[in-house]
């Protein structure tokens, strides 16, 4: 069965950095567009970062310059640099992916039980 965890949340002054992670497990065909999302107390989940299987990145526009995406597919793993961190980046962050679990199958959405970062003035 296919699985996605998180790791690296945690709490954080402003102006600092925490480095999330998420791996996938169990099998899998094929890996495409890994993402990052976030939902704060009260608010919808919102995008936040992707990345594509040829590396190519998107951002939404209030992390652009401070965070960064990055994978590395052979340990189907992908990672969200988080610098310069402010109070409004306080949310729980989830990964997700379309994940194809074999060759005859679709690709799926899945996604992780999140992690918590806190940012703090």
């Known amino acids: 069965q296919v699985q996605l965890v998180e790791s690296g949340g945690g709490s954080m002054h402003t102006g600092g950095s925490l480095r999330l992670s998420c791996v996938v497990s169990?099998?899998?065909?094929?890996?495409?567009?890994m993402g990052w999302y976030r939902q704060a107390p009260g608010k919808e989940r919102e995008f936040v970062a992707r990345?594509?299987?040829?590396?190519?990145?998107w951002y939404e526009d209030s992390v652009k310059g401070r965070f960064t995406v990055s994978k590395d597919s052979a340990k189907n793993t992908w990672y969200l640099q988080m610098n310069n961190l402010k109070p409004e980046d306080t949310a729980a962050y989830f990964c997700?992916?379309?994940?194809?679990?074999?060759?005859?199958?679709?690709?799926?959405?899945?996604w992780g039980p999140g992690t918590q970062v806190d940012v703090s003035s």
């Open positions: 997700n992916a379309q994940i194809q679990p074999a060759w005859d199958q679709p690709f799926i959405d899945y």
């Open positions: 169990g099998s899998i065909f094929s890996l495409n567009a």
């Open positions: 990345i594509n299987s040829g590396d190519v990145a």
